[in-house]
């Protein structure tokens, strides 16, 4: 089965931003639950899912930070983690394979890594 991080943010895991981004996801994946990524795929992602979404109305620059800020990734992992369709929003990014950004509270790295994982499969 393969697994993917929920990406719920507990008080007191956000890393200061001298921490490097290597250590946020070490942290992440020490701390979080996981989440049934096979699961993903039989959701519909068509309709307009994305008009309930935690980040509607805010800036689309703060889900597109630089990966070595640990500080703007963090953020935008916060608004993911009170989304409710951040499952629909994954399997979105996971199917067009959303080369960028935060999608679904996931980061590039951790949709490549879902991705590398489904292939090898």
Do not use: K, N
């Amino acid at each position: 089965m393969d697994t993917l991080l929920d990406t719920s943010v507990q008080p007191g895991l956000i890393p200061s931003s001298a921490t490097p981004a290597a250590s946020l996801l070490v942290a992440r994946s020490e701390t979080l639950t996981a989440l049934d990524v096979e699961a993903l795929e039989g959701v519909d992602t068509s309709g307009q899912w994305y008009l309930r979404g935690a980040c509607r109305g805010l800036e689309a620059s703060i889900f597109y930070p630089d990966p070595d800020v640990t500080e703007d990734v963090t953020r935008a992992l916060a608004v993911c983690a009170a989304c409710d369709v951040r499952e629909v929003c994954l399997a979105h990014a996971l199917r067009r394979r959303e080369p960028t950004g935060i999608w679904g509270g996931t980061t590039e790295r951790e949709r490549r890594r879902v991705l590398r994982r489904r292939r090898l499969a």
